[in-house]
């Protein structure tokens, strides 16, 4: 029976199992609406921009190598469809960069945006796409992080990097003919960024036991089964073969789905990247994202217990880096990044704790997992 007071909704539940709980949980969820991986796919450009109903004038944001190696391309692709195209040279991924094209962008009436480029050109389309409320394409053309994919964007500040929410891609065009071209580097460094999901995945996991953090088994699976597409093909991913950017590429778009699944970068970052970031800071510029994210995998893998020896056979047999040594990195340099990793974002609780590690412990875990 209803009674004086109560909703009939409230009563049923209540006579059902007891009161309704405050709940009060939302999650957003923005996913691109294609993604096309393989050879020779850049020539579907303009029939993709006809299908997400894109209309002119638009804008190529690339830089000038990679305006060469696909962005003219682009624009003509474009043009010759009936598309109105602006080509937009781009610098570095600055705040003074973002509000110059965003400037651009408003004046010129450009309607949407298409990110030719390896990181930065990328990073700089969908932050001037959040900025001003276009939709933008993602035409990766190097695979060096899963930021082609995700809707987050690393900016360069005054002093140093630092990470921003962005805009999701529409579309993910990603032509294995021109990615092969990239060095190798690259490549190898972009596996290694999408190996670190991980370890990313063992501290969400931490941080959900001993925090009682959300923990979205949806997203952590897909960074896992990421992860385990460029693991399970280690050895076949190889200089100078167009086969293993086939391989690579799409584990790495689907780590940066991942991090649209779960509405934070939580699956695909974790205490590897707060060392990886930790070292960037201090030698900025040496080495790529990616390859100091693989030396941090193999060390975080090691304080979580985890199979550290077989990640690091696989980061050897795909050619990152798994020494010091080889990602251009002093000795010291990587133990002052092992003991400061945890001050970066105290809020991401990882294997790393609050007081993160002392120096004697830094210095036997990169000795023993002969990172240093
Ligand atoms: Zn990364």
Redesign the pocket.
């Known amino acids: 029976m209803v009674t004086g007071g109560a909703s009939p909704l409230r009563a049923a539940a209540t006579a059902a199992g007891g009161p309704l709980e405050d709940f009060h949980k939302v999650r957003t969820m923005n996913f691109p609406r294609t993604v096309l991986a393989g050879h020779g796919v850049l020539e579907e450009l303009p029939k993709i921009c006809q299908t997400l109903g894109f209309v002119g004038p638009g804008a190529v944001i690339t830089g000038p190598t990679t305006q060469a190696i696909a962005g003219d391309r682009v624009g003509h692709l474009l043009e010759s469809s009936g598309l109105k195209v602006r080509i937009i040279p781009a610098g570095d991924a600055t705040l003074d960069e973002v509000a110059r094209i965003a400037s651009e962008v408003e004046q010129q009436g450009i309607r949407f945006l298409v990110g030719v480029g390896g990181g930065s050109k990328i990073d700089l389309a969908k932050t001037v796409a959040a900025r001003q409320r276009i939709p933008f394409i993602s035409v990766p053309t190097s695979a060096a992080?899963?930021?082609i994919s995700s809707p987050r964007a690393s900016l360069k500040g005054s002093r140093e990097a630092f990470s921003i929410e962005a805009a999701v891609p529409e579309a993910i065009v990603a032509d294995t003919s021109v990615l092969v071209r990239a060095p190798y580097r690259y490549l190898a460094a972009g596996c290694a960024?999408v190996i670190?999901n991980v370890t990313a995945v063992l501290d969400w996991q931490l941080a959900h036991r001993l925090r009682n953090e959300d923990f979205a088994s949806s997203s952590a699976a897909l960074a896992e089964y990421a992860a385990h597409g460029i693991l399970d093909h280690a050895r076949d991913i190889r200089p100078g073969k167009e086969e293993s950017v086939w391989i690579a590429i799409r584990p790495i778009i689907m780590s940066g789905i991942a991090m649209s699944m779960a509405g934070s970068s939580r699956p695909?970052?974790g205490s590897e990247?707060l060392f990886?970031h930790a070292l960037e800071r201090i030698a900025p510029g040496r080495a790529l994202?990616?390859e100091v994210?693989g030396l941090g995998t193999i060390m975080m893998a090691y304080l979580h217990n985890a199979d550290w020896k077989s990640l690091r056979v696989s980061l050897k047999e795909i050619g990152a880096p798994t020494t010091a040594h080889e990602a251009n990195v002093e000795r010291d340099e990587v133990l002052t990044a092992l003991v400061n990793a945890h001050t970066l974002r105290p809020e991401r609780y990882t294997i790393l704790g609050d007081n993160g590690l002392s120096r004697e412990a830094a210095e036997r875990l990169a000795s023993q997992t002969e990172v240093i």
Do not use: Y
């Open positions: 992080h899963d930021g960024d670190s695909s970052s990247h990886a994202h990616g994210v």
